[in-house]
């Protein structure tokens, strides 16, 4: 990421809200910003490309002659940067990602905290800013990245990938999915195993684990109620299987807020150095 962005030369954080429409730019220096559409429309000339952002959406733009943004009415947020020096290999990588992909929970909240800092300037303001600059670009090209992969996913996998999240409670089977999406069940281990890299059984464990560890995190339901409210079938078949994905029970993930120990810790580990 650091010859997309430089991160010596820090980052700049802003949001803005046009009533009427509006236009920033041209600029004709090298530029780089991760532009979130909240509310509206934005054209973006980039060099010779032009991309349209629509509301929920967001990309990176990096030109090195021209660049110009064009809003309708709406509320837009961005996080400016330095442009680092592109080798070939990376622009080509570049011209991979996709051009705009929806803006996550994740991006939202880092870039709301990054406009919240103001633009002050102290070493330790600084240094936060910048840190999470490089975490938001970060996120955004992983994101990108997954989104990319994602195209690729057949649509059968996409249907029953969608279906075990949205119905991750109820008690999904093999053959239930299979015939959802008309496919033999050998054939959609087969495809969902090659290309979200686990079998659909074990995805649902994944999603239900998740799910029962954000309400252990976040809610006052009791273990047993969050193990059935999740598709458990006991408490106990609950906390096997959160102890397998999180290598705690349900009572420690809880009582610890989620914080993992240190290997070092967890197994009396000595760290011996030569």
Known sequence: MQTIVDPEHGFTFGEALYNVGGVYGPLRNRYVTLLLVHEGTAKVTCDDEVTIVERGECGVFRNEQYVLFEYDRGRVSWCEGSPGTLTESIAQRLRQ??????????????????????????????????????TLYAVYFHEAHVSERDRHIP???????NYIEENSE????INSLAELVARTPQHLILSFRKHIGVTPARYLWQVRGKRARHLLLHSGLTIAEIAYQCGYKNPYHFSRQIKQLFGMSPTEVRANMGYHKPSEVAEDTVDIAY
Request: without cysteine.
């Open 170 to 173: 109820k008690d999904v089977t």
């Open 155 to 161: 649509r059968p996998v996409h249907r029953a990938r």
């Open 97 to 134: 990602v996709p051009a705009k992909i929806p803006i996550s929970e994740s991006l939202e909240a880092l870039q709301r905290l990054g406009v919240e800092l103001g633009s002050g300037s102290t070493a330790n303001l600084n240094m936060l800013r910048n840190a999470l600059g490089q």
